[in-house]
């Protein structure tokens, strides 16, 4: 079983930056892409960013240029890093990665349990 634990979340300012961490614990072998979505009141969870094992990277278009995703595979932990947050990137924000449990097999889809991120003055 794996477990993915996020961190960071919280209020911020109109304009300010907010890190989220998420840390991935459990039988893993390997990851392959690892993600942040959100999801606000009323709509439907989207991707924010995602990064693969090799470091591509993909970007929700109304975020580009306020958000980085990165991943350091030695802590196995996914970051996104967020700047001139506006109350448009009011959400809970959930991580998700795939992982791999032993070498031949499949991956399989994980889940954090969210952290909330409020911009509001």
């Known amino acids: 079983q794996v477990k993915l634990v996020e961190s960071g979340g919280g209020l911020v300012q109109p304009g300010g930056s907010l890190r989220l961490s998420c840390a991935a614990s459990g039988s893993i072998f390997s990851i392959n892409a690892m993600g942040w979505y959100r999801q606000a009141p009323g709509k439907q969870r989207e991707l924010v960013a995602r990064i693969t094992s090799d470091g591509r990277t993909e970007v929700l278009d109304s975020v580009k240029g306020r958000v980085t995703i990165s991943r350091d595979n030695d802590k196995i932990t996914v970051y996104l890093q967020m700047n001139s947050l506006n109350a448009e990137d009011t959400a809970v924000y959930y991580c998700?990665?795939?992982?791999?449990?032993?070498?031949?097999?499949?991956?399989?889809?994980?889940w954090g349990q969210g952290t909330q991120v409020t911009v509001s003055s």
């Open positions: 998700n990665q795939d992982v791999r449990s032993s070498r031949d097999g499949a991956p399989d889809n994980y």
